[in-house]
């Protein structure tokens, strides 16, 4: 067996596939399951997608791929590449199928200049990458939860009843936190031109983050082809001063919200503030039951999460954690300098992933 280069009809062909086997992407979105495999892997901003797969008699044995983004390391602007929608057939694993295509995709990126290839894994994906050299990022990552609705929540736990007055009575206390300046933030359906201005100077405060202007924005969040979002934006005088990226979701006939995104002026907590006052304020207009996000615990915005009432939410038994691997076939200095830095600065959020 050969491993192919993915040609734009056989990307098709393999969303069709994914789509039968696993409910490829897992997620809603607008248009076919082929308008979203050309959403991601050719409508991509700054991107040339490497994808390889194995066939035999019209069925796909494995796929392995990477599309490729802007990161920031240190400030400097690389090309990366995210690993992605690694798949074997069930009757086929255990053969090396993944390696070999694992392979084929790393060395095509060291031909066309990526510079670090990173992936968000699975357990099952940390066990093969792993075996390749990838390496964990020093990143601990947190989730933390609003419950907007604590008389519902807490009826399922024990002592329910006395744990919901204690949250009620928490986030009363910690109101201020959320309060929003009147006409700062509003829905938009597309991200606005001048944002670039404001997301460069915030990425400014970190060593590692994937670098959001306005293309890619607008690539991300404003194409429902790639999933339903709400996009919340901060203004002053007409400016731009920052945004949060909102994905709903219903799991079990229970209704959350994802923050996503989120970029604001550090310098201005009314702005932090406003952005998730008002995302609060959306939820519970729209009968959300919790609002969840992951961030790295060290993030600056963590404290402002607290203060308007968020709370750190533990992973159940065998719940999937956030992680994220890299490495580099091309430049071992640029890995090098992530692994060893363990107080390592990073803005990087369920958006920059492709599990949404």
């Given at each position: 067996m050969i491993a192919d280069r993915v040609s734009a009809d056989e990307g098709v062909r393999l969303a069709s596939f994914f789509k039968e086997v696993i409910n490829w992407p897992g997620f809603k979105h607008a248009g076919s399951t082929a308008d979203y495999w050309n959403w991601k892997?050719?409508?991509?901003?700054?991107?040339?997608?490497?994808?390889?797969?194995?066939?035999?008699?019209?069925?796909?044995?494995?796929?392995?791929?990477?599309?490729?983004?802007?990161?920031?390391?240190?400030?400097?602007?690389?090309?990366?590449?995210?690993?992605?929608?690694?798949?074997?057939?069930?009757?086929?694993?255990?053969?090396?199928?993944?390696?070999?295509?694992?392979?084929?995709?790393?060395?095509?990126?060291?031909?066309?200049?990526?510079?670090?290839?990173?992936?968000?894994?699975?357990?099952?994906?940390?066990?093969?990458?792993?075996?390749?050299?990838?390496?964990?990022?020093?990143?601990?990552?947190?989730?933390?939860?609003?419950?907007?609705?604590?008389?519902?929540?807490?009826?399922?736990?024990?002592?329910?009843?006395?744990?919901?007055?204690?949250?009620?009575?928490?986030?009363?206390?910690?109101?201020?936190?959320?309060?929003?300046?009147?006409?700062?933030?509003?829905?938009?359906?597309?991200?606005?031109?001048?944002?670039?201005?404001?997301?460069?100077?915030?990425?400014?405060?970190?060593?590692?983050?994937?670098?959001?202007?306005?293309?890619?924005?607008?690539?991300?969040?404003?194409?429902?082809?790639?999933?339903?979002?709400?996009?919340?934006?901060a203004t002053d005088n007409g400016t731009t001063v920052g945004i949060i990226v909102l994905r709903p979701y219903i799991a079990k006939g229970i209704h959350y919200m994802e923050i996503v995104d989120f970029m604001s002026d550090l310098n201005r907590p009314e702005i932090i503030r406003s952005l998730l006052g008002e995302s609060i304020a959306l939820a519970k207009k729209e009968g959300i039951s919790e609002i969840q996000t992951w961030i790295p615990s060290d993030h600056p915005f963590v404290s402002s999460l607290i203060q308007a009432g968020f709370i750190s939410r533990p992973l159940s038994a065998g719940e999937r954690g956030f992680r994220m691997f890299c490495h580099s076939r091309h430049d071992h200095d640029i890995v090098s300098k992530l692994l060893e830095n363990d107080s390592l600065k990073a803005h990087i959020m369920l958006g920059d992933t492709d599990w949404i």
């Open positions: 892997y050719l409508h991509r901003p700054y991107s040339n997608s490497i994808g390889y797969a194995m066939w035999l008699n019209e069925e796909v044995l494995s796929h392995a791929s990477l599309v490729t983004s802007q990161l920031l390391v240190e400030n400097n602007i690389i090309t990366a590449g995210q690993m992605g929608d690694l798949y074997t057939h069930p009757d086929y694993r255990g053969k090396g199928l993944a390696e070999h295509l694992l392979s084929s995709v790393e060395n095509q990126a060291i031909l066309d200049d990526i510079k670090l290839i990173f992936a968000f894994p699975s357990e099952i994906g940390c066990m093969i990458i792993s075996k390749r050299g990838y390496k964990e990022l020093p990143i601990k990552f947190s989730q933390y939860r609003f419950i907007t609705d604590p008389s519902v929540f807490f009826k399922k736990v024990n002592f329910g009843s006395i744990k919901g007055l204690a949250y009620k009575a928490m986030t009363a206390a910690r109101a201020p936190g959320r309060k929003s300046i009147p006409n700062m933030v509003k829905e938009v359906a597309d991200i606005p031109e001048d944002i670039g201005n404001m997301t460069r100077e915030f990425e400014m405060n970190f060593e590692l983050c994937h670098r959001h202007d306005y293309q890619y924005l607008q690539w991300r969040y404003a194409n429902p082809t790639g999933g339903y979002f709400k996009i919340l934006v």
